[in-house]
T-cell receptor, first 109, second 113 residues
Framework: KNEVEQSPQNLTAQEGEFITINCSYS?????LHWLQQHPGGGIVSLFM???GKKKHGRLIATINIQEKHSSLHITASHPRDSAVYIC???????????FGTGTSLTVIP | KAGVTQTPRYLIKTRGQQVTLSCSPI?????VSWYQQTPGQGLQFLFE???????NKGNFPGRFSGRQFSNSRSEMNVSTLELGDSALYLC????????????FGPGTRLTVL
């Protein structure tokens, strides 16, 4: 069983919609990360969370440590948000990431 | 600051050969991690180096090895290539510590024929 589970696997939205991607994990973590990967492979780190909530532009990330759950929200979605969104955790030792399977988001104009 | 660079960007090899991939981290970053991405297995952790020492290792066979130099540049080597080693190999660097934000390079696309 994967230690990090993401849902949904695929998501299609109309431009302007509010989007939520969920991530659950089953191990102790140092931090939870949300990443974005565009076609071609480049990965960008969006958020690093150890508690609470963070906001960057139209993106909001939350984490509930007790429930071992995190969500990524995109408000007023735009076609340029189309990408694969990946949650990953770093354990209590080291910097390495362990990844979820990713959510492929397509935003239609 | 320049980002993480990886060379080469694309590589084609045949089964049984070996390959060396290179990663130059962001200046001042001392931690370099390597990942393999395949359509079937997704993103998987290979190993992490910090100040020239392998600090953590993923669940990969001994054909996969790496090292880090005193200037924090890192190389990974895959010997006796198999078809299943075809993948995008990504490296990422971070400054130090545990749970830091990592900055990813563009990756090396390896095709094994």
């Amino acid at each position: 069983k994967n230690e990090v589970e993401q849902s949904p696997q695929n998501l299609t939205a109309q431009e302007g919609e509010f989007i939520t991607i969920n991530c659950s994990y089953s191990v102790g973590i140092s931090a939870l990360h949300w990443l974005q990967q565009h076609p071609g492979g480049g990965i960008v780190s969006l958020f690093m969370l150890s508690s609470g909530k963070k906001k960057h532009g139209r993106l909001i990330a939350t984490i509930n440590i007790q429930e071992k759950h995190s969500s990524l929200h995109i408000t007023a979605s735009h076609p340029r948000d189309s990408a694969v969104y990946i949650c990953a955790y770093t354990p209590n030792t080291g910097n390495q990431f362990y990844f979820g399977t990713g959510t492929s988001l397509t935003v239609i104009p | 600051k320049a980002g993480v660079t990886q060379t080469p960007r694309y590589l084609i090899k045949t089964r049984g050969q070996q390959v060396t991939l290179s990663c130059s981290p962001i200046s001042g970053h001392r931690s370099v991690s390597w990942y393999q991405q395949t359509p079937g297995q997704g993103l998987q952790f290979l190993f992490e180096y910090f100040s020239e020492t392998q600090r953590n290792k993923g669940n990969f066979p001994g054909r996969f090895s790496g090292r880090q130099f005193s200037n924090s540049r890192s190389e990974m080597n895959v010997s006796t290539l198999e078809l299943g080693d075809s993948a995008l190999y990504l490296c990422a660097s971070s400054s130090t510590g545990t749970g830091d934000t990592q900055y990813f390079g563009p990756g090396t696309r390896l095709t094994v024929l």
